[in-house]
């Protein structure tokens, strides 16, 4: 031994220890962000490993690092999923009115068997190999590998544009800074967009207008559920193939439809009064359209009647529908009615209606995640979705036929205000709709004229643009402007669907943002996060 170091007490000489058997959990992450399933944060991670790799000199202060280290380990993983901020969950008034079967049925969906099975087969890969490969070397490069990845993000090489960049062939990138640019113009282009209804004639026709607002219907779900082609979606005369609904959270959705005469605005300019021309029920009024509000439940569940009344400029519901039998209670335990006996009974109220037109808005909670079928022993049990919607849309086509047989000019138009995420993907859980991606969002709205003669069409007109309800409101108009035509005579739908407002794919929740940039999703998961690509293929 040299003198050099035989001069060094052993007991000084202290060697890094490696990260041990954390090397699985970095592994695992690894994993899960290469598969789309996490959004590793690159520098809490580094942080947290070099805590790890910190030498210790007593047993007590190893102790003490274990301690804190898996409470960390754990709140950094879930930091690191697409799931909502913790404090979400403590702030959203609704969760203390679900009852406990619902918030387990919730927390069923948090389980992915086949992820569960992959990663097992990777712990006993890493109990395998570990012996033989330096594993802490291995986690350290995967996550410098994952930080120069997100530095060449943060540092683009030009300045900032709304001009997509190219990388190879047709492949179109942007950077944050790009993405922010777009999204701000794009706000800025919508705070000028208006329409500007047809003012009253006494040639106008009357006729009546019907809003089906239904929550928790997209065209995503409709597929998954097998109900695309169900008749009530045949028979209309218009349906939108791209409608964004905007909101994947309910009360904004409808908020929004509520103030379709203006463009689309950020979503906390919904929570502030909004201008005349904006509300579309203050327009009808105008119009002469007596405004109406029904429900098929209590409306208290997250306080949706007082906020769409308050912000809306929606009437008091005026007809009782509480001696009805409830067919299902709602995710709060209120009861939630059959649709098709409440809207039998709005329309033998407005058969004894003088008025010549009536604007009726319908919100139909059957749909929501949550609900269970009311059973005789009152217990009630879980009610699954493709029933449910089933029995919906056959109460609507029911409808639908009660008003053409009685030949009063009814204008039909369901407008649902988002999807229930019943597929999930990679970046959110079945049921989970924190991000507004565009299977929550793209929705089915159609149209269908009653009483105004008969379509010689067989099959709906698609609008296959990007729209959204900026264009509702000018077909709205549109028919209230050609109502003065012969009688029997359906409106020519093709002018009436022509030049409409086409509106970019911008869809927002309380923290998050997706958007359309040159062809590609991009999503924001928090206010003043990175841009990052939306992975949403099908888990």
Known sequence: MSKLASAIPASTVRAWPGLGHWNLYFMVKLALQWGGYLNIQILPNLLFAAFLLLPLNSRFSVNGRRLIAVPAAVALFYQDTWLPPLN???????????????????????????????LLLLAVAYLFVQPWLRMTTLSLVGLAWLGCINLLA???????????????????????????????????????????????????????????????????????????????????????????????????????????????????????????PCLLFDELGRQGFVGETLLNHTGQFEGFLSAVQTLGALPEPEINVSHLSPVLTGPDGSPVLRDGEVLDLWW?????????????????????????????????????????????????????EQLAFSGRPVVVVMVPD???????????????REIPGPSITRVPVGIKLIGMGRNPRSTPLHISEPSSYLALAQIIDRLYASSSRAEDQLPDLQPLLKGLAQTSWVSESENSVVLDYAATPYVRIREKDAWLPYRAMSK
């Open 348 to 400: 033998q109220h407005r058969q004894a209606q003088p008025d010549q037109r009536v604007a009726l808005f319908y919100n139909t909670l059957t749909l929501h995640e949550g609900n269970r079928l009311v059973t005789a022993d009152g217990a009630g049990h879980r009610a699954s979705y493709k029933a449910r919607a089933q029995t919906l849309l056959d109460d609507l086509n029911g409808f639908i």
């Open 88 to 118: 979400n969950w403590v702030e959203w008034p609704s969760v203390a009115d679900f009852f406990s079967s619902h918030l387990l049925g919730l927390a069923e969906r948090l389980v992915d068997w086949n992820l569960v099975g992959w």
């Open 418 to 432: 988002r999807g229930a995420a019943l597929r999930g993907d990679r970046m959110q859980f079945p049921g989970m």
């Open 154 to 276: 943060l540092y683009p090489s030009h300045e900032p544009s709304t001009t997509p960049v190219s990388v190879s062939g047709d492949t179109v990138v942007g950077t944050s800074a790009t993405v922010d640019t777009y999204l701000r113009q794009f706000y800025r282009a919508e705070a000028e967009r208006r329409v500007t209804f047809t003012p009253s004639t006494t040639a106008a026709q009357p006729f009546d207008l019907v809003l089906i607002n239904i929550d928790s219907m997209a065209w995503d779900d409709l597929d998954f559920s097998g109900l695309r082609d169900h008749p009530v979606l045949r028979q209309m005369d218009v349906l939108f193939d791209r409608f964004n609904s905007v909101a994947s959270e309910r009360i904004p959705a409808t908020l929004r439809l509520l103030r379709a005469g203006c463009g689309q605005v950020p979503r906390s300019q919904l929570y502030v009064p909004a201008e005349e």
